[in-house]
């Protein structure tokens, strides 16, 4: 099983979710990022970057996050809520107001899981990726989209409705990818996925079962880096 860093800065969810039993059954290796000094990610062979890393400490530590992905074989997941426009190359994000229980009364904000034949999705699965969302983003050509929001016909016009508490629209930007989720093999020697969606948040804070699986499903991929055979998401993103 490989060696997974868990990225964090001592939020409660974060150490909530670092007591939960399945996921010290894993073997998670708790990772303090106020103290991540150049070469803590050494010996690593995954890193789950947990949403919501405290913005003045994520700036210092982001540039060791690109490092590791510089790793050959090694898998990253950043959760969402932490500025990647800011910081990962390539990538960039507008953010997107939080409809928070659209998933549970039923309406349609656009959001769509895409490129479902692509082997990325045998990690995941429609309910742990279709709950919320904070941003939408733009991403190298080699990344695959694996959620996105649409531009609704009903909403054609007016894609700047639809706001949240705070008055932020959380529909569709016309003429943008809107990608909340994807998945990158080939921009750096790790394998890379990135979200918009805080999983790591929310299944600390008790609340939103989605964000549960998503998080699971992460580490489950995660503790598959370095296998010493090629997977199929690789061979088929080389092929």
């Known amino acids: 099983m490989s060696r997974i860093a868990f990225l964090h800065t001592g939020s409660f969810p974060h150490l909530a979710d670092l007591r939960d039993p ?7 290796s708790d990772v303090y990022a106020p103290e991540l000094e150049e070469g ?9 970057v947990a949403a919501r890393l405290h ?3 994520l700036a210092r530590v982001a540039p060791l996050v690109v490092d590791f992905l510089q790793t050959p074989g090694a898998r990253v997941y950043i959760d969402g809520e932490n500025s990647v426009g800011d ?11 939080t409809n928070f229980w659209g998933w549970r009364v039923g309406e349609d904000v656009g959001r769509r899981s895409v490129n479902t034949d692509h082997p990325f999705w045998q990690n995941l699965a429609h309910d742990a990726v279709h709950w919320h969302y904070h941003g939408v983003l733009t991403h190298p050509e080699s990344a695959v989209p694996l959620v996105r929001l649409e531009v609704l016909p009903e909403h054609a016009d ?8 705070w008055r932020i ?7 943008h990818p809107n990608t909340l989720m994807y998945y990158d093999p080939q921009t750096f020697p790790a394998e890379l996925v990135v979200s918009t969606m805080d999983s790591s948040y929310h299944h600390g804070s008790g609340f939103m079962p989605g964000a549960t ?4 499903r992460m580490f489950y991929w995660l503790r598959d880096a370095r296998a010493e055979a ?10």
């Open 169 to 175: 629209p959380y529909r569709a930007i016309p003429g």
């Open 87 to 97: 910081w990962l190359p390539g990538t960039t994000e507008t953010r997107r107001g």
């Open 22 to 28: 399945a996921l010290r059954a894993m073997g998670i």
């Open 213 to 216: 699986q998503l998080m699971f």
């Open 230 to 239: 090629p997977g199929e998401i690789r061979e088929a993103a080389a092929g």
């Open 40 to 48: 803590g990610l050494d010996g690593f062979d995954a890193l789950f």
């Open 55 to 57: 913005p003045g400490v």
């Open 158 to 165: 007016d894609a700047d409705g639809g706001e949240d508490p």
